[in-house]
């Protein structure tokens, strides 16, 4: 069974700042990858960003960047000059190849508010 | 391109009454799935439909199906439904080539159960 857990249910940052939002995770497959969604308040489910478990290069996506410590089973999201609109619930997920099927199991999420 | 559209997006039923989602994809993606969000159990998978067939199931008990047609529209349905069905109920759809492809997810579709 894969679990994904979020350990921090609520953070703030001040507007600008930087954040670091943490992801641990349980697997035996070999093949698999992480995401992080964010939710806003309009309840849709967004991609932020995407790591393939055999790619050692943590990605990057503009202010946007994960710390992928496989040994660990850590995945960590870290946002730079935050903004108002990075408001919303992040949520950590995994899928994983041997599912046979497309599915991502996601951790509980963590509310992240913005304060100006 | 239209993303992913649920219908209705409210819903309010009364306990022991059934009620049926309705989940058009993006257009060209094949694989539908459906989640429920709940505030104590966070966001749980139900099933997963892949050119008209149902790949995988999560555990949820036989009230909750689902069914994707010919133009890969779904629609999951609850039959006999409880208080805790109460939930958003979420539609992603993907191309369906594997893990690592994104799921686009719709706005979702808020029950509340009475």
């Known amino acids: 069974a894969q679990t994904v857990t979020q350990s921090q249910p609520e953070m703030s940052v001040q507007e600008a700042e930087t954040v670091t939002l943490s992801c641990t995770y349980d697997t035996s497959e070999n093949n698999y990858y992480l995401f992080w969604y964010k939710q806003p308040p309009s309840r849709q489910m967004i991609l932020v960003i995407r790591?393939?478990?055999?790619?050692?290069q943590n990605a990057t996506e503009n202010r946007f960047s994960v710390n992928f410590q496989k040994a660990a089973k850590s995945f960590s999201l870290k946002i730079s000059d935050s903004q108002l609109g990075d408001t919303a619930m992040y949520f950590c997920?995994?899928?994983?190849?041997?599912?046979?099927?497309?599915?991502?199991?996601f951790g509980k999420g963590t509310k992240l508010s913005v304060i100006p | 391109k239209a993303g992913v559209t649920q219908t209705p997006r409210y819903l309010i039923k009364t306990r022991g009454q059934q009620v049926t989602l309705s989940c058009s994809p993006i257009?060209?993606?094949?694989?539908v799935s459906w989640y429920q969000q709940t505030p104590g159990q966070g966001l749980q998978f139900l099933f997963e439909?892949?050119?008209?067939?149902?790949?995988n199931k999560g555990n949820f008990p036989g009230r909750f199906s689902g069914r994707q047609f010919s133009n890969s529209r779904s629609e999951m349905n609850v039959s006999t439904l409880e208080l805790g069905d109460s939930a958003l109920y979420l539609c992603?759809?993907?191309?369906?080539?594997?893990?690592?492809?994104?799921?686009?997810f719709g706005q979702g579709t808020r029950l509340t159960v009475v």
């Open positions: 790591q393939e478990a055999y790619k050692q």
């Open positions: 257009s060209g993606h094949r694989s």
């Open positions: 992603a759809s993907s191309p369906g080539t594997g893990p690592g492809t994104e799921a686009f």
């Open positions: 439909y892949f050119s008209e067939t149902q790949r």
């Open positions: 997920a995994l899928a994983y190849s041997g599912a046979g099927s497309y599915q991502l199991t």
